[in-house]
């Protein structure tokens, strides 16, 4: 059974930081294209961050030199390291799983997701 499973999310102010962590079991991680999204009420689950097996990466325009995503095969675990954090950031933060490229259509796992609210 696959589980992805997100961690690290919570409260910050703005201009803070905060890890997200994402840690699979049930798959070959190594053989998996990884991503990050997020989901704000009202709004659409966007892309924020992917990286292939090949360590190639992508980001949302609005996060890209904030935000960076990395991941360590030997504990099936990926990572997005978020720093200067704006009130735009607050979402719920998924992990997904799929083998192809970055936001493709394939057939992905997901996680449950974990809460960022950025907030003075």
């Known amino acids: 059974q696959v589980q992805l499973v997100e961690s690290g999310g919570g409260l910050v102010q703005p201009g803070g930081s905060l890890r997200l962590s994402c840690a699979s079991s049930?798959?070959?991680?190594?053989?998996?294209?990884m991503g990050w999204y997020r989901q704000a009420p009202g709004e659409q689950r966007e892309l924020v961050a992917g990286?292939?097996?090949?360590?190639?990466?992508k980001y949302a325009d609005s996060v890209k030199g904030r935000f960076t995503i990395s991941r360590d095969n030997a504990k099936n675990t990926v990572y997005l390291q978020m720093n200067n954090l704006e009130p735009e950031d607050t979402a719920v933060y998924y992990c997904?799983?799929?083998?192809?490229?970055?936001?493709?259509?394939?057939?992905?796992?997901w996680g449950q997701g974990t809460q960022v609210t950025v907030s003075s």
């Open positions: 997904n799983a799929l083998i192809g490229p970055i936001d493709s259509s394939s057939r992905a796992y």
């Open positions: 049930g798959i070959i991680f190594s053989w998996y294209t």
């Open positions: 990286i292939t097996p090949g360590l190639i990466t």
